[in-house]
């Protein structure tokens, strides 16, 4: 069977690893681009917000390329999320496009509905449970791995002496990773890619603003539909920390659910009953990224995003709590990469001037004392 998924940063070297080890030819999503979203523009509804347009697009552009199935995910809740695989079919159908749509639940929400498909995969793959529970922990070491350099990478992009040499070299980094076929393999391709990364030319008297990125999970995850906004700061000389990686979310729901200690981080906030998608997460990672001595934070949230707009009205009494700025930046088919580049570059110039301020601050009364 040709199979494919949905475009969220690197992990799709991961993803396709797995697809082809399961037996299965793996149709690999083309990067989103206007085309792709143009694509999901036309045909979606006009309410839908941006991931379900991408994710649209991505997928009549993979049904084109010869994908006879897509592997994507499910979920439940107030986020409407968790039900777009069940539009997104009835939109294929009705355009020709009779795709099946593999939805898998998480884990820790329906085991049975998760390990049947996974199952249903492996049969039909000719591949043994044996060899399933090595493809899945390979798959998962990659995982690891390709989120590791890439957290390594937004550290040392803003101490990068010439532009552009970070980028090369997590791309080499990643090569290696999509080139590993066994454990031992990918442990070393791992630290050959950090290797390459630390290498890289840095000014390290340089002392970078820190900003943490929060919002909702596939506008913080791909990049292209962030519009770059991680290597947009790094080229700023900004360091940013990105709340959700694929590796820690998918551990919080396949082997232990910490959401409740986030739940506890935003309760004086927010203590009424679960908002959906990754509100709460964006108060209480606010708060933690306050309380880490971070310089600000940039909210990422698709345009008619109901739990990212309730926590946007919580965050000002945050921010204010916690003296720390937040900027929220709403993304839908209309935004431009350099509308958000002039919104962060405000941004970054006043997190500039609030420090200076601060170390003039602390200077005088060194002088006083």
């Not at 649209?56 to 499910?74: D, F, K, P, R």
């Not at 390594?152 to 992009?157: C, G, I, K, L, T």
């Not at 962030?226 to 820690?248: C, F, K, P, W």
């Not at 880490?292 to 990422?300: K, N």
Request: proline share 5%; charged share 25%.
């Amino acid at each position: 069977m040709k199979i494919s998924f949905p475009r969220m940063g690197y992990s799709y070297i991961a993803f396709k690893w797995l697809v082809e080890n399961l037996g299965h030819e793996c149709i690999v999503p083309p990067e989103p681009s206007n085309h792709t979203l143009d694509l999901g523009v036309r045909y979606a509804p006009e309410f839908a917000c941006i991931p379900f347009k991408i994710l649209l697009g991505t997928y009549i552009e993979v049904a084109q390329m010869g994908a006879q199935a897509v592997i994507t995910s499910g979920g439940m809740g107030p986020c409407r999320a968790g039900y777009y695989w069940v539009m997104h079919k009835y939109l294929l159908e009705e355009m020709g496009l009779p795709m099946q749509i593999i939805a898998m639940e998480m884990p820790l929400l329906n085991l049975g509905d998760f390990w049947g498909k996974i199952n249903r995969l492996r049969r039909s793959g000719g591949v043994s449970l044996k060899e399933l529970a090595r493809i899945l922990k390979i798959t998962w070491e990659k995982v690891k791995a390709i989120d590791d350099i890439e957290i390594r990478s937004h550290q040392v992009r803003p101490l990068e002496v010439k532009r552009g040499d970070t980028t090369r070299a997590i791309n080499e980094g990643l090569a290696f990773i999509d080139a590993a076929q066994r454990e031992h393999e990918i442990a070393e391709a791992r630290q050959e890619a950090l290797a390459r990364l630390d290498r890289v030319p840095q000014d390290q008297s340089r002392n970078p603003l820190k900003i943490g990125i929060i919002g909702e999970i596939y506008v913080v995850l791909e990049p292209a539909a962030n519009h770059y906004i991680q290597l947009l700061l790094g080229e700023m000389g900004v360091e940013t920390d990105r709340s959700i990686y694929l590796s820690a979310y998918a551990r919080k729901n396949t082997i232990v659910n910490l959401e409740g200690d986030l739940f506890a981080i935003a309760r004086p906030y927010l203590n009424e009953a679960p908002i959906g998608g990754h509100g709460v997460n964006s108060i209480a990672e606010t708060i933690l990224y306050a309380r880490h001595g971070f310089d600000g934070v940039v909210q990422l949230a698709p345009f008619s995003c109901i739990p990212e707009i309730v926590a946007k009205s919580i965050i000002p009494a945050v921010s204010r709590d916690f003296d720390i700025p937040v900027q929220t930046i709403f993304i839908d088919e209309q935004t431009g990469r350099a509308g958000v580049q002039t919104r962060l570059e405000a941004f970054v110039d006043l997190l500039q001037w609030r420090r200076s301020r601060r170390e003039t601050v602390v200077e005088k009364r060194v002088l006083q004392g």
